[in-house]
């Protein structure tokens, strides 16, 4: 049942059913319940396949392979490989009678069985016609303790992914892909390895700042354009979140405090060590899918935060067992701080670098994520049902490779399973609450606006921070009343920067 759907989930319920019948585990006789929803399961599970079988189109990464060099890759490796390792070798011979290929990895021979690589060899191709000698293929080491020498290897040509899907209001896990093949006993990217958010991240320090009332979505920030240079430019906070901006990313963290936000972080889901250091602005210490998408369903729920679940009961002969106590429901922002952060993570997803998201055809909001050289690519986003998180990267850390990124890479498969999800579910908006205030103001300045002027846009304020101050005319067009100070502090549009 559950096993072959969704083999991530066993060792959870093994772990469930030994903590909750102990010695009596082994005996048998009992049923465990899991959050899985097997037709989500599917769908997330397909929705990652495609997704990397799409990026073995767009790099070339089909059979046949008969590529001597491939820059993306590196020269092949020289030394002497270990197992799990994962290096660049040179096809030596290919033998159709036992469908397999030799491949020289550094100081040693292994062989790369082609029946077992349906992922690479869907079309199930002999080896003569999948590669041919002299070709370069990328393999990892799975077992070197062969009598003759001989080592097994795989094939590990593409990257992998990871997606998880929770319920917004219970965390029930209700889709857990942990990579493309989905065995019993294989790694679990979504739970058991960590990799760098990058920008998605950024969601967590604004929310800081806005629960902080540091900023508004109309305060102004000063930051240098990064590849400008000419002096600061005046960005919105929310332009700033939407078109992930890096400058005000830093900023906002700056003036929120290091350690400030890594205790946010921590309240809101995220279990990992962060340093609160930063380079923590831009996502550079290591997390889990799991426990970032539990991040962004805190924002999602109206700020609840609470931790995933997984497991529904465990059945022995005498009915239910009892299982471990969890953490009760916490209250980290108030309804009208999350529904803020989320307005502003909507806005990523109508005029930013999530506007892909907009083909799921419902409201959702969410945040693209690419670190540095493109070794890792997210999406993270919800609907007010569903929260799910998509990673794409090589376990090695090898990079993406030219046009992968967040919204090219990790998007369309969340996009893909997202849209399966909410079939037979009517949309339903995000509801503003009482608390936050609708005004208009003038878009340069992010005050309000001056008497008769044109051009204004609509912006949301939590209660008490709406701003004060009216944008000054200037020769037909506003300006900010005081130049900031060196630093460049933002224009809070009514938020005293030291109260």
Same mark, same amino acid.
């Given at each position: 049942?559950?096993?072959?759907?969704?083999?991530?989930?066993?060792?959870?319920?093994?772990?469930?059913?030994?903590?909750?019948?102990?010695?009596?585990?082994?005996?048998?006789?009992?049923?465990?319940?899991?959050?899985?929803?097997?037709?989500?399961?599917?769908?997330?599970?397909?929705?990652?396949?495609?997704?990397?079988?799409?990026?073995?189109?767009?790099?070339?990464?089909?059979?046949?392979?008969?590529?001597?060099?491939?820059?993306?890759?590196?020269?092949?490796?020289?030394?002497?490989?270990?197992?799990?390792?994962?290096?660049?070798?040179?096809?030596?011979?290919?033998?159709?009678?036992?469908?397999?290929?030799?491949?020289?990895?550094?100081?040693?021979?292994?062989?790369?069985?082609?029946?077992?690589?349906?992922?690479?060899?869907?079309?199930?191709?002999?080896?003569?016609?999948?590669?041919?000698?002299?070709?370069?293929?990328?393999?990892?080491?799975?077992?070197?303790?062969?009598?003759?020498?001989?080592?097994?290897?795989?094939?590990?040509?593409?990257?992998?992914?990871?997606?998880? $899907? +929770?319920?917004?209001?219970?965390?029930? !896990? %209700?889709? =857990?892909?942990?990579? @493309?093949?989905?065995? #019993?006993? &294989?790694? /679990?990217?979504?739970?058991?390895?960590?990799?760098?958010?990058?920008?998605?991240?950024?969601?967590?320090?604004?929310?800081?700042?806005?629960?902080?009332?540091?900023?508004?979505?109309?305060?102004?920030?000063?930051?240098?354009?990064?590849?400008?240079?000419?002096?600061?430019?005046?960005?919105?906070?929310?332009?700033?979140?939407?078109?992930?901006?890096?400058?005000?990313?830093?900023?906002?963290?700056?003036?929120?405090?290091?350690?400030?936000?890594?205790?946010?972080?921590?309240?809101?889901?995220?279990?990992?060590?962060?340093?609160?250091?930063?380079?923590? $602005? +831009?996502?550079?210490?290591?997390?889990? !899918? %799991?426990? =970032?998408?539990?991040? @962004?369903?805190?924002? #999602?729920? &109206?700020? /609840?935060?609470?931790?995933?679940?997984?497991?529904?009961?465990?059945?022995?002969?005498?009915?239910?067992?009892?299982?471990?106590?969890?953490?009760?429901?916490?209250?980290?922002?108030?309804?009208?701080?999350?529904?803020?952060?989320?307005?502003?993570?909507?806005?990523?997803?109508?005029?930013?670098?999530?506007?892909?998201?907009?083909?799921?055809?419902?409201?959702?909001?969410?945040?693209?994520?690419?670190?540095?050289?493109?070794?890792?690519?997210?999406?993270?986003?919800?609907?007010?049902?569903?929260?799910?998180?998509?990673?794409?990267?090589?376990?090695? $850390? +090898?990079?993406?490779?030219?046009?992968?990124?967040?919204?090219?890479?990790?998007?369309?498969?969340?996009?893909?399973?997202?849209?399966?999800?909410?079939?037979?579910?009517?949309?339903?908006?995000?509801?503003?609450?009482?608390?936050?205030?609708?005004?208009?103001?003038?878009?340069?300045?992010?005050?309000?606006?001056?008497?008769?002027?044109?051009?204004?846009?609509?912006?949301?304020?939590?209660?008490?921070?709406?701003?004060?101050?009216?944008?000054?005319?200037?020769?037909?067009?506003?300006?900010?009343?005081?130049?900031?100070?060196?630093?460049?502090?933002?224009?809070?549009?009514?938020?005293?920067?030291?109260?």
């Amino acid at each position: 049942g559950e096993s072959e759907v969704c083999p991530e989930i066993v060792p959870f319920a093994e772990n469930a059913l030994r903590a909750a019948a102990g010695d009596r585990a082994r005996t048998g006789g009992f049923v465990v319940n899991t959050t899985i929803d097997p037709i989500l399961q599917a769908q997330a599970r397909t929705a990652l396949r495609d997704g990397l079988d799409n990026y073995a189109k767009r790099h070339g990464l089909e059979p046949p392979l008969v590529d001597q060099k491939r820059s993306a890759w590196g020269d092949p490796f020289v030394g002497a490989p270990r197992v799990n390792g994962i290096y660049v070798g040179v096809v030596k011979a290919v033998d159709d009678a036992s469908n397999s290929i030799d491949v020289a990895v550094g100081s040693k021979v292994g062989t790369v069985l082609l029946g077992h690589e349906q992922r690479y060899n869907p079309h199930h191709l002999p080896p003569s016609q999948f590669t041919r000698i002299g070709a370069v293929l990328r393999v990892g080491v799975l077992d070197d303790s062969a009598a003759d020498g001989n080592i097994a290897l795989r094939l590990e040509l593409g990257p992998q992914a990871a997606l998880i $899907a +929770l319920d917004v209001r219970t965390r029930e !896990v %209700l889709a =857990l892909v942990g990579g @493309y093949d989905g065995v #019993a006993g &294989g790694l /679990d990217r979504a739970t058991q390895t960590k990799r760098q958010p990058g920008s998605t991240f950024k969601p967590i320090t604004y929310s800081y700042a806005l629960h902080s009332h540091l900023i508004t979505p109309a305060t102004v920030l000063h930051v240098r354009h990064e590849h400008d240079k000419e002096g600061p430019i005046g960005v919105r906070v929310r332009q700033a979140l939407a078109e992930s901006n890096n400058r005000a990313a830093e900023f906002v963290f700056k003036e929120s405090g290091a350690k400030q936000v890594v205790d946010w972080a921590h309240q809101l889901g995220v279990e990992s060590k962060l340093g609160a250091d930063k380079s923590l $602005a +831009l996502g550079s210490y290591e997390v889990s !899918v %799991l426990e =970032l998408a539990n991040a @962004y369903a805190t924002f #999602a729920s &109206g700020g /609840d935060a609470l931790s995933p679940v997984m497991i529904r009961s465990v059945q022995g002969v005498e009915g239910a067992l009892p299982l471990p106590p969890v953490a009760p429901r916490r209250q980290v922002m108030t309804v009208d701080e999350a529904y803020m952060i989320t307005s502003l993570l909507r806005s990523v997803v109508q005029e930013g670098t999530g506007m892909g998201a907009q083909r799921v055809g419902r409201p959702v909001a969410g945040k693209t994520g690419t670190t540095n050289r493109v070794k890792d690519a997210w999406f993270i986003g919800y609907s007010t049902e569903i929260v799910a998180a998509v990673w794409v990267g090589y376990d090695d $850390a +090898l990079p993406l490779g030219r046009g992968e990124q967040g919204s090219a890479t990790a998007l369309p498969m969340w996009v893909n399973f997202m849209k399966q999800a909410h079939e037979h579910r009517p949309a339903t908006e995000f509801p503003r609450p009482a608390g936050v205030i609708e005004v208009s103001i003038d878009p340069r300045t992010g005050l309000l606006p001056y008497p008769g002027e044109q051009g204004l846009i609509q912006e949301e304020f939590l209660d008490g921070t709406v701003p004060t101050q009216a944008a000054v005319p200037d020769a037909g067009a506003a300006k900010v009343r005081q130049d900031p100070p060196d630093g460049g502090a933002p224009v809070r549009g009514g938020i005293d920067p030291h109260p």
